[in-house]
């Protein structure tokens, strides 16, 4: 089943256009990387699929439904209504964590489970407390992310988007501001996720992650998907002459 699905995307800003008929679909229980260089257009991409950027054509869908069709060459979108139901849907894991700095590691996980989708708060501090142990922080649940790492910040992160129960986790380079000891333990939790058909879009430029967890690679340049398809072919037997040079740097 697909999850997601998105059509001859358009985004400009202003007159620069920095997503040019972005077509992909992800479905159910699918890993897809998405990796290219700096100013490709990946972050756009998934600030438009997570609804925080507006697109300015084409179609998104979740679960079959439309959330934005295209009408005349412009973009339209659903109900405000409708779209609060659809962000329950996917859950968005930034690269500088956007934790709640004035909240406790257990209230930045419980808070949008409560206060947006209305659970009850023992339910929801039962099954955070499960988050934090699953990714590595019991014993940190009153601490405030000031008192914490990076690393340990990004893992408060992604226990805070599971806390939702997202059918889709996006992550943007969640890896960045991290030194390499760091992210290991980041994308050990993110292989982990994988492992249990957790539905995920990654945009990363850790090559040797997305080439043994996804099950797609797209590799995007200038605003445009240049090349996609399974990691073998996109990076072990890249046929665009930019993946080349692209992959390239990358060893050197």
Request: hydrophobic content about 40%.
């Amino acid at each position: 089943m697909k999850l997601l699905e998105i059509t001859n995307l358009k985004k400009n800003y202003g007159d620069l256009r920095v997503l040019s008929d972005i077509s992909l679909s992800v479905e159910e229980g699918q890993v897809v990387a998405i990796i290219g260089p700096s100013g490709s257009g990946k972050s756009t991409l998934l600030r438009c699929a997570t609804l925080l950027e507006d697109m300015d054509g084409g179609t998104l869908k979740y679960n079959g439904e439309p959330v934005c069709e295209d009408k005349d060459g412009r973009a339209v979108y659903v109900s405000k209504q409708k779209i609060r139901e659809i962000k329950n849907i996917f859950g968005l894991v930034f690269q500088n964590f956007n934790l709640f700095p004035h909240y406790t590691v257990l209230k930045n996980v419980m808070d949008a489970p409560v206060s947006v989708q209305k659970r009850s708060k023992e339910e929801v501090r039962e099954e955070a407390l499960k988050l934090l142990d699953m990714v590595g922080l019991s014993g940190k649940e009153d601490s405030y992310p000031c008192q914490l790492s990076g690393g340990q910040q990004q893992r408060v992160a992604i226990a805070r988007a599971l806390a939702m129960n997202p059918k889709i986790l996006f992550f943007d380079e969640p890896t960045s501001a991290l030194d390499p000891e760091i992210t290991a333990g980041i994308l050990k939790i993110l292989r982990d996720l994988a492992e249990k058909k957790m539905t995920m879009v990654v945009v990363t430029h850790e090559i040797d992650f997305a080439k043994k967890v996804a099950d797609r690679i797209i590799f995007m340049d200038g605003g445009y998907i240049v090349e996609e398809g399974s990691p073998e072919e996109v990076i072990d037997n890249p046929k665009n002459e930019r993946t080349k040079a692209f992959l390239q740097k990358l060893e050197k």
